[in-house]
């Protein structure tokens, strides 16, 4: 849920922006990154 949040939102004052309403198929392709990133191997997110 953190990931999907930090995608979505961005980080404040970091280079990490936002990419919500960003992406060709909106949260369904914020979703994919989330289980791309967690296939990879990241926990807790
Ligand atoms: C679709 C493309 C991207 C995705 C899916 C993505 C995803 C993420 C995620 C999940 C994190 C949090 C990592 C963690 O702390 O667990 C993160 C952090 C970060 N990303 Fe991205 N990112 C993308 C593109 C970019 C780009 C293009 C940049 C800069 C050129 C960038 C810069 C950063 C930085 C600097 C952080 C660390 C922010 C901090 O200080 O907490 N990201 N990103």
Redesign the pocket.
């Known amino acids: 849920m ?2 999907y949040r ?2 979505s939102e961005g ?1 404040p004052e ?4 936002a ?1 919500g309403g960003q992406l060709p198929e909106g949260d369904d392709d914020i979703w994919r ?1 989330v289980a791309y ?1 967690r296939s990879a191997g ?1 926990e807790n ?1």
């Open positions: 953190r990931t930090v995608i980080v970091t280079t990490m922006i990419f990154l990133i990241a997110c």
